[in-house]
């Protein structure tokens, strides 16, 4: 057993985020463990840039009000409680709608040569985003 203190909170940079996106580590595996996980706190209006997986990425929302959309423009709200599944290579982006904070826990795994798994694409449109608050 090990017990492992809180780490440092950090805000996320706009070349990922748009809006004030705060995240706390929770874990980073060990080898064989290959498990990452981060809780991540988003302020109303806030979201990510669209965004890849090698491996996918499980979201646990742990309050709030969210969306998570995908490229073939399947949206869906989510709310404290629900797990949304991302499949490997599913382009995404997840965020608070505009007059909510949202928080989740993002699970992922490094690829298996430990190399990080996620592609950083361009934002979402302020235009697509106000369109999913209307969904």
């Given at each position: 057993?090990?017990?492992q203190?809180?780490?440092?909170?950090?805000?996320?940079?706009?070349?990922?985020?748009?809006?004030?996106?705060?995240?706390?580590?929770?874990?980073?595996?060990?080898?064989?463990?290959?498990?990452?996980?981060?809780?991540?706190?988003?302020?109303?209006?806030?979201?990510?840039?669209?965004?890849?997986?090698?491996?996918?990425?499980?979201?646990?929302?742990?309050?709030?009000?969210?969306?998570?959309?995908?490229?073939?423009?399947?949206?869906?709200?989510?709310r404290a409680?629900?797990?949304?599944?991302?499949?490997?290579?599913?382009?995404?982006?997840?965020?608070?709608?505009?007059?909510?904070?949202?928080?989740?826990?993002?699970?992922?795994?490094?690829?298996?040569?430990?190399?990080?798994?996620?592609?950083?694409?361009?934002?979402?449109?302020?235009?697509?985003?106000d369109?999913a608050?209307?969904?």
């Amino acid at each position: 057993m090990e017990l492992q203190h809180p780490r440092p909170t950090v805000q996320m940079p706009s070349s990922m985020f748009v809006g004030d996106v705060w995240m706390t580590p929770v874990l980073n595996g060990t080898a064989p463990s290959r498990m990452n996980a981060a809780l991540v706190r988003f302020t109303p209006g806030a979201r990510t840039h669209w965004h890849r997986h090698d491996v996918g990425q499980t979201l646990h929302v742990s309050e709030g009000v969210g969306l998570v959309g995908t490229r073939d423009g399947s949206l869906v709200r989510v709310r404290a409680g629900d797990t949304v599944l991302c499949p490997p290579g599913e382009e995404h982006w997840h965020g608070a709608t505009a007059d909510t904070f949202m928080s989740h826990l993002a699970l992922y795994e490094t690829n298996p040569d430990g190399s990080d798994p996620t592609t950083w694409l361009e934002p979402l449109t302020d235009a697509d985003y106000d369109a999913a608050q209307q969904r």
